[in-house]
């Protein structure tokens, strides 16, 4: 069975992407509360914590939130 990592070991084996992500979604998203911001890149980032591949997390992890905050927005 896979190690399932947590978000304080996927920061810091993607450096400060993770952060630098969340950054970029508080400014984009400055509408939406920052502790659904930060759930929902945490609740993104566990998600993908046993891909294979760790590299790509970051960016995964953007989209997602992407999809879900715009998601939030239309259906409001």
């Not at 980032?45 to 715009?70: G, H, K, S, T, Y």
Request: charged share 30%.
């Amino acid at each position: 069975m896979p190690h399932q990592h947590t978000i304080d070991e996927l920061t810091s084996q993607s450096g400060t992407h993770l952060a630098e992500v969340q950054d970029r979604l508080l400014d984009r998203y400055q509408n939406v509360p920052a502790d659904r911001i930060q759930q929902y890149t945490k609740a993104e980032a566990e998600r993908l914590a046993d891909r294979p591949v760790q590299a790509f997390v970051p960016i995964l992890v953007e989209r997602a939130v992407r999809n879900r905050l715009d998601h939030d927005s239309a259906s409001r």
